[in-house]
């Protein structure tokens, strides 16, 4: 009698269940490893390996509702840090003003022209011209000069069927900063802090949209840059207050030189404003007075931490945020309110009438407007006259279309509260000369500061985080690290492992010999004869280690020959 053994066929590649069944073994057994040495609290009770199932349940629950608890709580405290409120407190009250430098004062006479300079600007710029209707047109536009300035211009409108393009070879703007009145025909008397000074030595000419006027302690022209080269503590500043302890200067009206073809009343425009600004609304000072001009500085500032925040969510923009949408200014010049509002005016200007008016504004990439174009700003001064804010027609009539510029504020900003004191002088005093005595001084020798911060900043945010976790999780930074770190580390490198140990396996099983069918004879043996007769015929046939499949398959033949004793007869 022989009895034959045929090993099982060979399977197709898939994954056996007792092999998913070690998968969820093995990530069981990991979790429990990291349940031994976690300090999440909770999941060391979750995933202990002496818990029972209700435990863990009860554990589970306690977790899940502390966990959704702590994202609730973070949601509502990034919804407070997304909604980026702001609060200004008082940073200083004692902040001295030597620390500031003293204000930009701007002088400029209300009839712009000293007109007793016509004949030699005819001489100059219509030098062989002798058409009397020319030089009559000539003499008509400039004129018009004498009291225009932005949004100012229906002086213009009695240029409206003249010729005026007859004259385009000629630039007015130079014609009019020819006649302007100069520093010794304007200023005199200058005094600071007590002390005797030259005006021309200390006042500069710049361009305004109120024309050409003379500076005092300014940056914007070249003469003030030279000055800060020559003198480090240019621009000038003070530490006192009062009377005299700033700028004193005698303006000279001189209303005999004024353009005939105007009667208006006379004086001066003071303009007050902090270095690298443009321009600001001036101050109207009647001729044949003494006039104290009081100033209160206050500054105010938005710290850093308010520049993660967008500048039209904060409503300022910082001076070096050239990137951000909201950043317009002048060419060449450092982001002010009153510099983007200054620009914005003078685009409205171009895209009415495809010029700039020069004296209005720093040079730049616009064309100058010729004596053709001057008609059309007559003809859009009402629209260039009111400039209206964003927003505000839900809530003011407005009866002129106006200019609408979003202008923010610059995040850092020193502001002047101006008072103006004219005393009229007896006639007695003044006597056949019209003057203006200035005094500009500040009011007190400390001044306020205020700044604007987040109310909820991110590091409050990250804190408020760490609270949270603790409170409702009771772990910290450390073991959001052991967590990251079980993840992304030992999960991975467990799985890799075993995907190495199991296609390593399947390599050594593919490339085994056959196995031959050994052939037993039960006759002449007993069955522990043939167990070693098996096992004598297996090595003598198959020298190789038996792989782990062949050994399942020899055990499984000798629970079925041994345990059942089925016998074949010969």
């Known amino acids: ?75 509502i405290l990034s919804a407070r840090y997304n909604d980026a409120n702001f609060q200004t407190v008082v940073d200083s009250t004692r902040y001295p003003v030597y620390r500031i430098p003293f204000p930009v004062i701007t002088i400029c006479n209300r009839n712009r022209l000293n007109w007793e300079r016509l004949d030699q600007a005819k001489a100059r710029f219509m030098p062989n011209v002798t058409d009397t209707e020319q030089l009559a047109l000539f003499e008509r536009i400039t004129g018009s000069y004498d009291d225009v300035s932005f949004g100012n211009f229906q002086s213009f409108e009695r240029l409206r069927n003249q010729p005026t393009q007859l004259l385009n070879y000629i630039n007015f703007s130079q014609v009019v900063d020819f006649m302007t009145w100069r520093c010794d025909e304007l200023l005199t008397e200058c005094l600071w802090r007590h002390f005797v000074y030259n005006c021309c030595d200390i006042f500069s000419k710049r361009r305004s949209k109120n024309g050409l006027c003379w500076a005092f302690n300014s940056l914007e022209t070249e003469e003030g840059r030279r000055m800060q080269l020559l003198d480090p503590l240019w621009p000038w500043r003070t530490g006192s207050a009062g009377p005299m302890s700033g700028l004193s200067v005698r303006v000279l009206i001189q209303a005999a030189k004024h353009y005939p073809g105007r009667h208006n009343e006379k004086g001066i425009d003071v303009m007050v404003t902090e270095p690298f600004v443009w321009h600001s609304n001036p101050y109207y000072i009647p001729a044949n007075t003494e006039t104290t001009l009081e100033i209160e500085p206050i500054i105010y500032f938005y710290d850093n931490d308010t520049r993660s925040v967008r500048s039209d969510q904060r409503q300022c923009v910082f001076d070096d ?45 616009y064309r100058s407007c010729r004596a053709s174009d001057l008609l059309c700003l007559a003809e859009h001064t009402d629209k260039l006259r009111y400039s209206h804010q964003p927003g505000e027609v839900a809530y003011v009539k407005n009866h002129d279309e106006g200019m609408v510029c979003k202008c923010f504020r610059n995040c850092y900003s020193l502001n002047y509260i101006n008072d103006v004191r004219p005393a009229f002088l007896p006639q007695d005093v003044y006597g056949n000369t019209s003057y203006v005595d200035l005094d500009v001084h500040y009011r007190f020798e400390t001044i306020m500061v205020y700044r604007t911060s987040l109310v909820f900043g991110w590091v409050d945010l990250m804190v408020s985080f760490g609270g949270i976790a603790g409170l409702f999780l009771g772990c910290s930074l450390i073991s959001g690290m052991e967590l990251a770190y079980f993840l992304c580390i030992e999960v991975p490198a467990c799985g890799l492992d075993g995907l190495r140990r199991h296609w390593r396996a399947r390599r050594q099983m593919d490339t085994s010999p056959t196995t031959v069918t050994p052939i037993l004879n039960f006759r002449q043996n007993t069955p522990s004869q043939l167990m070693e007769h098996y096992i004598m015929q297996l090595k003598a046939e198959q020298p190789q280690q038996l792989t782990q499949k062949q050994k399942l398959n020899f055990q499984k033949w000798q629970r079925l020959t041994f345990g059942n004793r089925h016998f074949m007869d010969k």
């Open 1 to 75: 009698m022989k009895l034959a053994y045929f090993p099982p066929a060979k399977q197709p590649p898939t994954l056996p269940k007792h092999h998913l069944h070690k998968l969820v073994q093995a990530g069981w057994q990991l979790a429990l490893r990291f349940g031994k040495r976690t300090t999440i609290h909770g999941l060391d009770r979750l995933l202990s390996s002496r818990a029972s199932r209700w435990e863990r349940f009860v554990w589970l629950c306690t977790f899940v509702c502390a966990f959704l608890g702590a994202v609730y709580v973070c949601l």
């Open 321 to 365: 945020e050239r990137n951000s949408e909201d950043f317009r200014s002048l060419q060449g010049y450092v982001y002010m309110i009153e510099n983007c509002q200054s620009e914005c005016h003078q685009e409205y200007l171009v895209g009415y009438c495809n010029c700039t008016v020069d004296l209005f504004f720093p040079p730049g990439q």
